[in-house]
């Protein structure tokens, strides 16, 4: 980030929340196991999950680059993406880190990964979607406005 962007206030990075979601999730598992799922449902759906995040999330990035505009929630974008997964959620990234807990949660067989990510998706929404959106109506106007309305947050 460079000193001349403008910054959006935002001090939570989603990933580290993520991570730290799969990590008390993986720690609260091992105190209280709770085993749900066959293992072929394990190594079918788990990684299933996971390869469907990093096909969304890698084009999201691409169509970031493609415009000159940083991948970093910290930063107002000075263009607005609309592009590659942008065109189906306005949060693909986001999207994406929920289905890698996910994944991680159903290979390990660990429910509680599932409760510690719903609360990390809840925290992102209040402290860094919203916020974003709110910027991003503040910087494009009537153009967020017409993408907001065509496009869903999530999917």
């Known amino acids: 980030m460079t000193d001349t962007a403008q910054k959006t206030g935002i001090r939570l990075i989603p990933p580290f929340l ?8 993986l720690v609260a598992g091992g105190l209280w ?20 995040a990093v096909v969304l999330v890698r084009p999201a990035m691409k169509a970031f680059r493609a415009r000159g505009v940083a991948f970093d929630v910290r930063q107002v974008p000075g263009t607005l993406v609309t592009s590659g997964p942008y065109r189906i959620s306005r ?8 289905l890698i807990s996910l ?12 409760g510690f990510a719903a609360l990390a ?8 979607v919203l916020p974003e959106e709110r910027i ?10 017409a993408y907001k309305a065509r496009v869903r947050r999530w999917i």
Not at 18 to 25: D, Q, R, T
Not at 33 to 52: C, E, T
Not at 105 to 114: G, K, L, P, Q
Not at 121 to 128: A, E, G, K, S, Y
């Open 18 to 25: 993520y991570i730290a979601a799969v990590v008390l999730g």
């Open 33 to 52: 196991p709770v085993a749900l799922l066959p293992w072929w449902i394990r190594l079918s759906l788990g990684p299933a999950l996971i390869v469907i």
């Open 91 to 98: 949060n693909p990234s986001y999207l994406a880190l929920i």
């Open 103 to 114: 994944g991680i949660a159903v290979i390990a067989d660990d429910i509680w990964i599932v």
């Open 121 to 128: 998706t809840l925290i992102t929404r209040q402290r860094v």
């Open 136 to 145: 991003l109506a503040a910087q494009f106007g009537a153009d967020y406005a």
